[in-house]
């Protein structure tokens, strides 16, 4: 990153309410924990370009950077019985995470001792891990079962061939793993997600509907998209009634979590005064947060259009069995995209319902990215948490808007991923090599490449 002369900055914001003003009408009223903020000036910088496009650039990337940061691997409700297994793959390594008996996890490099072959090429359930080529089988706890034609491996003793393991950790529903256990404690890595994460019970989610697809532009670029919210003006022009856009709030916290706050139920700053009717009429039409189509809203008498959708969705919450929490939950937690950002690769939403989650990975390498993006249902209270959806995996030709499950969201992504191959294209050939941020509203995107930079100078 390159620096340049810098002033004195004072956070701002777009003409109209600040998050903190929306937030001083909830109630009940958001937390002190949420209120405060937490954001740093890391001045006008600048990127080069080559830091999306370089070969060099991506090599350092998987030398200095992947091994050793933790990488969500999986959920909770991908393999909830004992025996169960998720393969994680990554920049050509291949990892097993395998519920246990005591319903903990483990995880293993996904490689054969013997002749190096994956022992599993995808994710399901089994008894042990068997080798396919010769049958070399493990337990699920890595422990050796067999070597067929034992006596020609004389040399060989069970604890040198037991599965080597991968340093894993759990945190609200999410697993994670760091391959070269340098990592600092999940809890450390992710604070103060713990504690923001605590209060929404987010354990009781479940993933309801899993997309992906593989997006030709920067692991890096297509994370990027969804680290600022004021490209709605342009690229999603249909949220802007229902949306403040603008006026996010954006925090951050060490290096590794930072926070993008978008209210809802408000009108973009850019869009001036309209009326709580239009404002409930576009969230009806415009891809509001809903995976379903819902009866549509009568305002009361001087009941505002943020007040109602929140009502609405703590009337959801109390029916799913939740009622201590709906009546404590303020709007804010209920209805507006928490969207934090962990480095270097996943983005899970925060508040009570519904919930996002992002995931990025290089497929297979500088130039495409497999995206991912979950929505987290929340189950009914004293029932079990279902399994979670199999993934839709998008083939090339196919739009985020084919799959009906979560209704209009599939167009909002639609219409951010047509934006990413050009931005590509554009870094690649771009003439000075440079790529210019705004000060507060791109902030995440500085504090990302800033932490990156540290694991690259190590």
């Not at 042990?128 to 010769?134: G, V, W």
């Not at 229902?242 to 926070?259: I, Q």
């Not at 609405?312 to 709906?326: F, Q």
């Not at 590509?424 to 050939?429: A, D, K, R, V, Y």
Request: hydrophobic share 40%; glycine share 6%.
């Amino acid at each position: 990153m390159a620096d340049r002369d810098s002033h004195d900055f004072t956070v701002p914001h777009c003409a109209g309410d600040s998050v903190q003003d929306i937030w001083a009408r909830d109630n009940p009223p958001v937390p002190d924990m949420y209120m405060a903020d937490s954001f740093t000036d890391l001045g006008p910088t600048s990127l080069e370009a080559s830091r999306y496009t370089s070969d060099s650039f991506f090599a350092a990337e998987r030398e200095k950077m992947w091994p050793r940061v933790w990488q969500m691997a999986a959920r909770d409700e991908e393999f909830p019985e004992p025996g169960d297994l998720v393969v994680y793959d990554n920049l050509g390594n291949s990892v097993i995470l395998v519920r246990q008996p005591d319903r903990s996890v483990k995880a293993f490099w996904n490689v054969c001792l013997h002749r190096g072959r994956r022992l599993r090429t995808e994710s399901g359930s089994a008894n042990d891990l068997q080798c396919p080529f010769h049958g070399f089988t493990w337990n699920n706890d890595g422990s050796l079962k067999q070597i067929p034609c034992r006596w020609d491996f004389a040399h060989l003793t069970d604890e040198a061939m037991r599965l080597p393991e991968v340093r894993t950790a759990r945190f609200a529903g999410y697993w994670f793993v760091n391959w070269d256990g340098s990592a600092p404690p999940l809890e450390q890595y992710l604070a103060p997600l713990p504690e923001h994460f605590a209060r929404w019970g987010q354990d009781r989610n479940y993933t309801a509907v899993w997309v992906g697809k593989v997006v030709k532009a920067n692991w890096k670029v297509v994370a990027e998209a969804f680290m600022e919210a004021w490209h709605s003006i342009v690229t999603h022009p249909q949220i802007l009634p229902f949306t403040g856009d603008a006026n996010s709030r954006y925090s951050m916290w060490g290096d590794h979590v930072n926070l993008a706050l978008t209210p809802f139920g408000v009108p973009s700053p850019h869009l001036g005064a309209i009326s709580e009717e239009a404002i409930l009429d576009a969230f009806a039409g415009g891809a509001g947060r809903n995976n379903e189509e819902v009866a549509p809203i009568v305002l009361a008498p001087g009941q505002t259009a943020r007040q109602a959708l929140g009502q609405r969705n703590r009337d959801a919450l109390a029916a799913l069995g939740y009622t201590a929490e709906a009546a404590a939950a303020s709007d804010a937690e209920l209805l507006d995209a928490w969207t934090y950002n962990v480095f270097p690769n996943v983005s899970p939403w925060g508040g009570y319902m519904s919930n996002i989650s992002y995931r990025w990975r290089p497929w297979p390498d500088q130039h495409a990215t497999l995206m991912e993006v979950r929505v987290l249902a929340k189950a009914p209270a004293r029932e079990p948490v279902p399994r979670a959806a199999e993934m839709i995996f998008l083939n090339a030709d196919e739009p985020w808007s084919s799959v009906t499950a979560w209704g209009r969201l599939g167009g909002v992504y639609d219409q951010d991923m047509a934006n990413l191959p050009h931005v590509q294209e554009g870094l690649i050939s771009s003439p000075n090599n440079r790529v210019e941020l705004g000060r507060y509203q791109e902030a995440r995107i500085r504090h990302f490449h800033a932490t990156l930079d540290k694991y690259l100078a190590r």
